[in-house]
C-alpha cells in the first residue's frame, strides 16, 4: 500500500476550496473580458534559458526553480510566473499580433520556496498587460481594470496606491542620491511590511547620512489630498519630477471622470516595488479589512518588456492578482462561504424505479438554469438528507410514485426540514426562490 | 539574444485558440455543476511513487513522465493524467468528504510522447466521476453528463456507444475463451479505427481459430435496435452476458425517461476501452462531423479507484472529455470563429483630451454587460479601426467633444463602414442588438 500525500509545500483543493477559487478566476475573468482583454495560455515547460534570462547566477529564482533535463536532454524547467513566458510570447508572435496588445493570463506557476503560511509551491499568478503603447490613457486603464476587479471581488473598502518610478528618482536625484537609487528603492520598498526604523537602518548601511534618510522617509511618508502630495513634491523638486507628477495627475483625472470614486486612488510616494524592471506609474492595492495579507494586486510601466529576445522595444503596463494569496487569506480569516456543492437542490432517491423521472425533473430544471443533484442510491431518506446538509444544499426534493402520478414533488427546506407540495409545473420558481437568496 | 521559442511538442494558445478553449472548459463546468459536481485541483507534481502506482517498467508512461529529482532530493514527477492523483485524492480524504462523491477535474497533464499532429506533450483533461456507489443510476447520470455536455458544446450529431465489460466477458467465456480475454480485449479495442482485418490478424497471433475470430468479429459488428442487439446476445449467452444485459437495458431505460432522444445511445459491443481497470459499463462518443478524430469522451464503471493507497473499496463510474483534441480537430478543420476580442465594440480614441469620458461611456457599457475596449493612444482613426477589423469587432463608437456636448457618439457597423448617431442613452441597447446577433 502507498501512502496518499501530497509534496511538502503543495495542497489539494478540495470542493470548499475549489468553488471559491473558481468564483475569484470567474470574477476577474469577466472583468479583463469587459475592457476587451483576451487571454492567452504558454507551456507550463521551457528551455530553462528562455526562464532565467540573464538573471544573476545568485538570484532567490536560481535556487528556487523546478528545473531538470527532459527526454531529448534539454534543459528545461517549470514557469516561476507569467511575466517571462508572456515577455518570450509577445517577441515572438509580435509581428503577427500588431500593437497595441492586450492580454490576460492565469495559471499555475511553482517555486520552491521556503513554505510559510498561505504561501505554497504551486500557486496561481494572474497577470493583465498592454504592451506597445506609451500613451498615460494605458495606465490610467490598468488603474480601472484594478479598480473594477477588486469590487467585482466583493471587497468594498480597498485603496490602490499609485507612485511613479521617475518621481521616486528625481526626488532621489534633487536630493543627490541617484547613484544610490537602487540600494535605496530595495530598501523602500520594505517600508509598509517591515517599518521605518528598518528601513532606516538599510539607509544607514548604504551611506545615507541621518537628514538624507529622514528626508526620504518623510517623503515617502507624506500625507494629505493627492493634489496636496504632488503639489508638494513638484514645489520642492520642481523640473526633477515635473513629468511623473503630470502623467499621475493625468491618470487621477482621467480615473475621477470615468467615476471611480476619489477616495480609491491615493498617491502614496513611499510605494516602488522591488523590480528592477518599472519605470513609469506603479501600483499597489491594499484591502481595508486586509491589510494584513499586503498588495493583493501589484503592477506598473515598464519600458521594455521583451528585450532579451527582440530587438523591438516593447513598452507597456500592467498589474497581477494575487489569486491563490488572496484564496489562503480569506480561507484563514474564515471568509469563505461553507459549501461543496455547486448546485442548488438535491433529489432524494426515494424510489430505485423512478430513477428515469427524477432525472426527468432534473433535466428540466437544469434547463430552466438551476443545478440539481440526483441522489445515486436508494438509501433511507435520512441518509441522503444528511448528505444534502453536509453539502450545504438549502433544499431537496422528495417525490414518490403517488407524488409523480399527481405532477407534484414535496419541496423541503433542510434549515426547518418544513415540506411544501409544489406542482411540477411551478418547481423551477420554487427552488429559485430560495436558491438565488443564498 | 535568446531565440524566442517553445519546447518540442509545447505549444502556446493565443487569443484565437485561447477564447475557444475557455468557452469549451465554460461550457463543461455549467453542464457538471448542473449535475451538482463540484470541482476539485490536485497538484501538477507529486511523488514519482505515487504516479507510477505499481506499472510495469516496460509501461508506455514509464518512458513518457516528467520525472526529475526536487530541491529536497524527492523523486517527483509531472502528472500524466487526472486518474491516478484522484485515486490518491479520494484515498486521502475519503474519510472527511464521504460517499458518494462527485467531481469534475479540469487542468493540464504532461505526456513526452512521441508528437503527431493535434496531440502535444502538454494538454487538458477534463474528468468528471462519481464514487462510492455501484448503483446503475450512477452510470445512467454519467451518460446523461455526457449527453448534455456534447449538446451544449455545440454538437447536433453524435452518438454515446455503450457497452458493458461483464458482457463481453460473459460471451468471450460463452465461447470458451475466457483465458485470452486480456489479449482479446486489447485487440478489439483498435477495431474502430484499425478496422476488423488488423484485429482479426491479432487474433490469430492470440491462437484463436478462424471460427472463434469470426464470431468475436460478427459479436462485435452486431448492428439493429438497441433491443434487438441485446436480445439476440442474451439468447446467444443466457446466463453469461445476463447481469450484463440488464444493466444496459436499465441504463437505457433511464435515459430514455430522462429525455434523451433514443438514437443518441448506442449499444455496441464492439468498444471496450484498453484499460484494464474498467468493470462494467463503457462509454465512448463519436461526432457525425469528425468521425476522424475518435471518440471525444470515453470512460466507463470501475470496482475499485484507489486500491493502491486505500484498503476502502471506491466502485464508481466517469468518463472523460479530450478537451484540447476536440481543440485542435476543431482548429484543423477550420470550425473556430476568427477572432481575437472578447468584447463587443471598440471605442476609437479621437481626441487624448476625452479619455476620461471615453471611460465613463465605456464602463456605462460595461454595467450593462457589454465589453467594450477603448484604444490606448489617440492614432489616426484609420489605423484604429484597421485593429478594430483585424481583431474581430463588428462595432466602433466613434466622437469627438462636440459629440460628446450632445450627449451622442458614431455607431460604425465595421462591415458596411455605416454610422450612425445614437445618443449615449440608447448605446447599450444599440451594441447589444449587434452583439447578440454575433
Wanted: charged share 25%.
Amino acid at each position: 500500500m502507498i501512502e496518499p500525500r501530497t509534496l511538502k509545500g503543495f495542497r489539494d483543493y478540495p470542493p470548499e476550496l475549489m468553488l471559491p477559487r473558481e468564483a475569484l478566476i470567474d470574477t476577474a475573468r469577466k472583468v479583463f473580458r469587459s475592457y476587451g482583454y483576451p487571454p492567452i495560455d504558454t507551456p507550463a515547460l521551457e528551455y530553462t534559458e528562455i526562464l532565467l534570462g540573464k538573471m544573476d547566477a545568485g538570484a532567490e529564482i536560481q535556487r528556487q526553480i523546478y528545473r531538470f533535463k527532459d527526454h531529448g536532454d534539454r534543459d528545461v524547467a517549470l514557469r516561476f510566473d507569467l511575466t517571462v513566458p508572456f515577455a518570450r510570447f509577445a517577441a515572438q508572435y509580435v509581428g503577427k499580433l500588431g500593437t497595441p496588445f492586450k492580454r490576460y493570463h492565469i495559471g499555475p506557476v511553482w517555486r520552491g520556496e521556503n513554505t510559510q503560511k498561505g504561501r505554497y509551491r504551486e500557486f496561481y499568478q494572474c497577470d493583465f498587460d498592454i504592451i506597445g503603447t506609451t500613451a498615460n490613457a494605458a495606465d490610467a486603464e490598468i488603474a480601472l481594470v484594478i479598480h473594477d476587479l477588486v469590487s467585482a471581488l466583493g471587497f468594498d473598502r480597498f485603496t490602490i496606491r499609485v507612485n511613479n518610478r521617475t518621481i521616486l528618482n528625481g526626488l532621489l536625484g534633487g536630493l543627490g542620491l541617484a547613484d544610490k537609487a537602487t540600494d535605496i528603492l530595495r530598501s523602500l520598498d520594505k517600508l509598509a511590511k517591515q517599518g521605518p526604523d528598518v528601513v532606516r537602518g538599510e539607509f544607514t548601511t548604504a551611506e545615507l547620512s541621518e537628514g538624507q534618510a529622514t528626508q526620504v522617509l518623510n517623503l515617502a511618508a507624506a500625507r494629505g489630498s493627492n493634489a496636496e502630495v504632488l503639489d508638494r513634491v513638484a514645489n520642492e523638486f520642481g523640473t526633477h519630477v515635473a513629468a511623473g507628477v503630470a502623467q499621475l495627475r493625468g491618470l487621477l483625472d482621467i480615473c475621477g471622470r470615468a467615476g471611480v470614486p476619489g477616495e480609491r486612488l491615493v498617491v502614496d510616494l513611499g510605494i516602488c516595488r522591488g523590480l528592477d524592471y518599472y519605470t513609469g506609474t506603479i501600483f499597489e492595492t491594499f484591502l481595508g479589512d486586509l491589510p494584513g495579507i499586503g498588495s493583493i494586486c501589484s503592477g506598473g510601466r515598464y519600458d521594455d518588456l521583451a528585450g532579451l529576445y527582440t530587438k523591438q522595444k516593447l513598452p507597456g503596463v500592467g498589474a497581477s492578482l494575487g489569486l491563490d494569496r488572496l484564496l489562503a487569506a480569506m480561507e484563514e480569516l474564515k471568509l469563505l462561504p461553507k459549501t461543496g456543492t455547486p448546485a442548488d437542490v438535491l433529489i432524494v432517491q426515494s424510489d430505485a424505479a423512478l430513477v428515469g423521472d427524477y432525472q426527468r425533473i432534473a433535466r428540466e430544471l437544469r434547463a430552466a438554469g438551476l443545478g440539481v443533484e440526483l441522489y445515486p442510491d436508494a438509501k433511507k431518506p435520512g441518509v441522503q438528507l444528511q448528505y444534502a446538509e453536509s453539502k450545504g444544499y438549502p433544499l431537496a426534493i422528495l417525490a414518490g410514485a403517488d407524488e409523480l402520478k399527481q405532477n407534484v414533488v414535496k419541496l423541503r427546506t433542510l434549515a426547518t426540514r418544513s415540506e411544501v407540495v409544489t406542482p411540477l409545473a411551478g418547481l423551477a420558481d420554487a427552488v429559485r426562490a430560495v436558491a438565488v437568496k443564498r
